[in-house]
C-alpha cells in the first residue's frame, strides 16, 4: 500500500530527555512535512524539506530538529529545549500546492 | 499573505439533514483550496479539493464544496449527514507551487441519531 508510515503511535518523554517520531514515505514525493496539534487548534507547522538533504524552519521550529537523508524519511527530534511538547505529531508529504497527504500521528507524552 | 477562517466551531446536525461547514479565505493570489476530515486520533484525509477547474468540487463520501470567488468562500456541504461523519473538518488554503498551507482551526461536526 502506498502511504505515509509514522511511528510510534505513543510516546512518553521524560524531562530532559530528547525524543524522535519517524516518518517514511513511499509515495516518491520530494516535499515532507511536520505539524503539530494541539487540542481544539489547527495544525502549525514545525518543518518541511523540499528534497533530500534540505530543510526549512517552520512557524514553531525550536526545540525541534529534522534531517532529511533519504527521500523517503523525515525524522523529528523533540529535543529537551522544547518546554511543552505534549501533543499530536503529523508528518505530511505531497507536491507544492497540491494534495498533501498524513500519516496515521503520533501522541507524544511528558511524563 | 494568505489566511483562513472557519466560521463554526462546533456544527450539530440530526442524521439525514443537510451539513453546512462554512469556510472563509484570503489569498492575493489564485488559491489552491482543500477540506480534510479527521477522525478521533488519525491523521487527516483529503474530502475535496479546488485547484481553479470547476467552482464546484465533488468529493468522496457524498461532500461537494463551492468555491465563490466574490464571496472568497468555500463552504462544505452533503445532503444528508450520516451517523460516520461526526469527526473534525479542516479547510485549508494554498497556492500553485507552494510549500505553505494555512490550516482553519477547525470545525467539529457532530451527527445526532
Known amino acids: 500500500d502506498g502511504g505515509i508510515t509514522q511511528s510510534p503511535k505513543y510516546l512518553f518523554r521524560k524531562e530532559g530527555q530528547n525524543v524522535t517520531l519517524s516518518c517514511e514515505q513511499n509515495?516518491?514525493?520530494?516535499?515532507m512535512y511536520w505539524y503539530r496539534q494541539d487540542p481544539g487548534q489547527g495544525l502549525r507547522l514545525i518543518y518541511y524539506?523540499?528534497?533530500?538533504?534540505?530543510?526549512q524552519k517552520g512557524d514553531i521550529a525550536e526545540g525541534y530538529s529534522v534531517s532529511r537523508e533519504k527521500k523517503e524519511s523525515f525524522p523529528l527530534t523533540v529535543t529537551s529545549a522544547q518546554k511543552n511538547p505534549t501533543a499530536f505529531y503529523l508528518c505530511?508529504?505531497?507536491?507544492?500546492?497540491?494534495?498533501?497527504?498524513f500519516g496515521e500521528g503520533s501522541w507524544l507524552t511528558v511524563v | 499573505a494568505q489566511s483562513v477562517t472557519q466560521l463554526d466551531s462546533h456544527v450539530s446536525v440530526s442524521e439525514g439533514t443537510p451539513v453546512l461547514l462554512r469556510c472563509n479565505y484570503s489569498s492575493s493570489y489564485s488559491p489552491s483550496l482543500f477540506w480534510y476530515v479527521q477522525h478521533p486520533n488519525k491523521g487527516l484525509q483529503l474530502l475535496l479539493k479546488y485547484t481553479s477547474a470547476a467552482t464546484l468540487v465533488k468529493g468522496i463520501n457524498g461532500f461537494e464544496a463551492e468555491f465563490k470567488k466574490s464571496e472568497t468562500s468555500f463552504h462544505l456541504t452533503k445532503p444528508s449527514a450520516h451517523m460516520s461523519d461526526a469527526a473534525e473538518y479542516f479547510c485549508v488554503v494554498s497556492g500553485s507551487g507552494t510549500y505553505k498551507y494555512i490550516f482553519g482551526t477547525g470545525t467539529r461536526l457532530k451527527v445526532l441519531a
Open positions: 509515495l516518491n514525493h520530494d516535499a
Open positions: 524539506s523540499q528534497i533530500v538533504n534540505d530543510f
Open positions: 505530511a508529504s505531497g507536491e507544492p500546492g497540491n494534495t498533501i497527504y
